[in-house]
Antibody
Framework: EVQLVESGGGLVQPGGSLRLSCAASGFTFSSYSMNWVRQAPGKGPEWVSYISSSSSMIDYTDSVKGRFTISRDNAKNSLYLQMNSLRVEDTAVYYC?????????WGQGTLVSVSS | DIQMTQSPSSVSASVGDRLTITCRASQDISNWLAWYQQKPGMAPKLLIYAASSLQSGVPSRFSGSGSGTDFTLTISSLQPEDFATYYCQQANSFPRTFGQGTKVEIK
């Protein structure tokens, strides 16, 4: 069974940092592109970042460029999102999602709350 | 960025109804369009990809159509488990963008 399990969320003050992780199982992780998608309370999903299977292609939404870094470790079947200089508006549930175009599998999400 | 506009934003419908949701892209996205269903407290679930391809395991009452800028998601006969929020997403270019959602409620 395909599983994606996020961790690392929590409460952080504005300007702080968090590192999210996504553990993948049930499929050949190294063959798939991955994404981070977030959803603020009561809002629709917002795509955050993409990384290709070999990490050769990476992209971000403009609002996180220069603050967030996506990475992966194919040997550990894991995806990461390093989030620095966090802002109140980054508060959301963060999902990892598999796919190069459509997002065919999603994790259950991890909540990131940015507040003083 | 490509803007995705869904209509309606919400709809009340009855079990057994045929329902159509539309999604319009601000520029040509060919057939790079996906549809998702989301229930409260859950992650979105992929229903349709490449505008009209049914994701494995999704009931055949769901169908998608369209190309270019105009797309539709149709549920042929609403079932109780279909009351949820539906989102379209363009997969043509980065940044990937989603529609604002269509909430399907019980009449």
């Amino acid at each position: 069974e395909v599983q994606l399990v996020e961790s690392g969320g929590g409460l952080v003050q504005p300007g702080g940092s968090l590192r999210l992780s996504c553990a993948a199982s049930g499929f050949t992780f190294s063959s798939y592109s991955m994404n981070w998608v977030r959803q603020a309370p009561g809002k629709g999903p917002e795509w955050v970042s993409y990384i290709s299977s070999s990490s050769s292609m990476i992209d971000y939404t403009d609002s996180v460029k220069g603050r967030f870094t996506i990475s992966r470790d194919n040997a550990k079947n894991s995806l990461y999102l390093q989030m620095n200089s966090l802002r109140v508006e980054d508060t959301a549930v963060y999902y990892c999602a598999r796919g190069a175009r459509e997002l065919s599998k999603w994790g259950q999400g991890t909540l990131v709350s940015v507040s003083s | 960025d490509i803007q995705m506009t869904q209509s309606p934003s919400s709809v009340s419908a009855s079990v057994g109804d045929r329902l159509t949701i539309t999604c319009r892209a601000s520029q040509d996205i060919s057939n790079w369009l996906a549809w998702y269903q989301q229930k409260p407290g859950m992650a979105p679930k992929l229903l349709i990809y490449a505008a009209s391809s049914l994701q494995s395991g999704v009931p055949s009452r769901f169908s998608g159509s369209g190309s270019g800028t105009d797309f539709t998601l149709t549920i042929s006969s609403l079932q109780p488990e279909d009351f949820a929020t539906y989102y379209c997403q363009q997969a043509n270019s980065f940044p990937r963008t989603f529609g604002q959602g269509t909430k399907v409620e019980i009449k």
